[in-house]
């Protein structure tokens, strides 16, 4: 599959993740599915599309007709074989569970032809599993992006253990038509970004649990100490700390290393349902912002 073939796009999940790469697609004049298992959830994630689109129609840097060209470009739906068909390559961001990616991808699977490219978005799960499950292991990739997606540049390339060169081509090249940058990654627990990023959000779970310093402080250090845009407990309470968590215990398990044992606060808080702002509350309450 050469990038140039490209012109559909199938995206597995209206979370903020898949909406989010749905939005880069379509962005870039791609058409686009977006697909999850309930309307309510595509619904949902149209919302997560429009809601930033129409702030900055406010600002003046988009109008209304930009917006609605980028939505019309999306199909919602709930079923994978409407989805997949006339894609060239599916992106697959549901739920971080090993056991729902492999079903999810064995659907897409039945009603894809076999040059079709499968790329996942997964945080840290195996792309070799993954791709291993499917009948397509060279044409399989990851492709994580980060949330905001339709903000931040980054997407790492992921090659899986059979991921062929061709398709790692095809991949970088796809990324430049989304405007992004790629860098590419050998398969590793939590790959670059997350292997680094995701334990320093644990160990400030720790020091808030050592009482080193409150979380206010916490964030507001690491904010004028390092210039990061938002402290560790903003960016978890942001990306969810349930997120954070499957990647501590990904990259614990994978390595058994136990500089990366989850932070028992983290795993409080997400036991409580505490899981940032999606659920209201996470470090932070969130109940009483407008
Ligand atoms: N679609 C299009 N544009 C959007 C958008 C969207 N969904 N969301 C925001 N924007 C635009 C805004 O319109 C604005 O544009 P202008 O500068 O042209 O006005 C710009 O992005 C900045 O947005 P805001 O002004 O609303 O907000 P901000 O300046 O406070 O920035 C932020 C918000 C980009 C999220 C910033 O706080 C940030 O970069 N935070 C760190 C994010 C980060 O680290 N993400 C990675 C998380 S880790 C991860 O994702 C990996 C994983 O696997 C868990």
Not at 51 to 64: C, H, N, S
Not at 94 to 103: A, C, D, I, S, Y
Not at 213 to 221: C, L, R, S, V
Request: with cysteine.
């Amino acid at each position: 599959m050469q990038v140039e073939d490209v012109k559909k796009v199938c995206v597995l999940g209206a979370g903020a993740m898949g909406a989010g790469i749905a939005q880069v697609c379509s962005q870039a004049g791609y058409a686009v599915a977006m697909r999850d298992i309930e309307q309510k959830f595509v619904d949902a994630g149209f919302k997560r599309i429009r809601g930033p689109l129409m702030k900055r129609v406010e600002k003046g840097k988009m109008t209304a007709a930009e917006v609605d060209a980028v939505v019309a470009r999306i199909q919602g739906t709930t079923d994978v074989a409407s989805a997949v068909k006339g894609a060239q390559l599916v992106i697959e961001a549901v739920p971080e569970k090993m056991e729902l990616k492999k079903q999810v991808w064995a659907e897409a699977e039945r009603s894809c032809p076999p040059e079709v490219v499968f790329a996942s978005n997964t945080s840290s799960l195996s792309i070799t599993e993954m791709a291993a499950s499917t009948k397509r292991p060279d044409r399989f990739v990851g492709m994580h992006f980060f949330n905001p997606a339709p903000v931040m540049k980054l997407v790492e390339v992921i090659r899986g253990s059979e991921t062929s060169s061709d398709t790692i081509a095809f991949a970088k090249s796809f990324c430049l038509k989304l405007g992004k940058e790629a860098v590419e990654v050998r398969e590793a627990p939590g790959f670059v970004v997350n292997r680094l990023l995701v334990p320093m959000m644990n160990e400030a779970f720790n020091l808030l649990l050592e009482g080193v310093a409150t979380a206010e402080d916490i964030d507001k250090a690491m904010k004028l100490g390092t210039n990061m845009p938002m402290g560790p407990f903003e960016l978890a309470d942001f990306t969810g700390l349930d997120i954070g968590l499957d990647t501590m215990e990904t990259l614990f398990r994978e390595t058994g290393d136990g500089k990366f044992r989850p932070s028992p606060l983290l795993r409080q808080y997400v036991r409580a349902g505490r899981l940032g702002r999606k659920t209201g509350k996470g470090v932070y309450d969130y109940t009483a912002s407008p």
